[in-house]
C-alpha cells in the first residue's frame, strides 16, 4: 500500500508563491508519473502538471511559465513551485503518484490540499 501526504498549501496574495509538497511513504515506491491535479467549486478536476521518472513534465497551459513541477526520486517526493499566483488558481491541489506493476500502473492520491489566491 502507498500513502501519499500533502503540504505547503495555504492563503497567498495575487502575484505570491507557494510550494507543495507531496511525500509518498508504503511498500513498492517505483513511480512512472507523479503530478498534481487541482479542482475549484463547482468545477472539474484537472492536470495541473505532470512529470515522469526521467524528469519530463507536462503543464497545463494556463499555469505554463508560471508553475514548474519537479521530483526526487530517492526521497519519493513531487514538489509544485507556484509563482504569480492568480485568484483562479484557487482550488484544492491534490497530488497523485502511479506506482508500476507487474502489469501496468497503479494510481494514488493525496488528501488534497487548499490552496486560496486573495488579497
Known amino acids: 500500500q502507498v500513502q501519499l501526504v500533502e503540504s505547503g498549501g495555504g492563503l497567498v496574495q495575487p502575484g505570491g508563491s507557494l510550494r507543495l509538497a507531496c511525500a509518498a511513504s508504503?511498500?513498492?515506491?517505483?513511480?512512472?508519473?507523479m503530478g498534481w491535479y487541482r479542482q475549484a467549486p463547482g468545477k472539474q478536476r484537472e492536470l495541473v502538471a505532470s512529470i515522469g521518472s526521467g524528469g519530463s513534465t507536462n503543464y497545463a497551459a494556463s499555469v505554463k511559465g508560471r508553475f514548474t513541477i519537479s521530483r526526487d526520486n530517492a526521497k519519493n517526493t513531487v514538489f509544485l513551485q507556484m509563482n504569480s499566483l492568480k485568484p483562479e488558481d484557487t482550488a484544492v491541489y491534490y497530488c497523485?503518484?502511479?506506482?508500476?506493476?507487474?502489469?501496468?500502473?497503479?494510481?494514488?492520491w493525496g488528501q488534497g490540499t487548499q490552496v486560496t489566491v486573495s488579497s
Open positions: 508504503g511498500s513498492f515506491l517505483n513511480f512512472a508519473d
Open positions: 497523485y503518484a502511479e506506482q508500476r506493476r507487474v502489469i501496468g500502473t497503479k494510481s494514488y
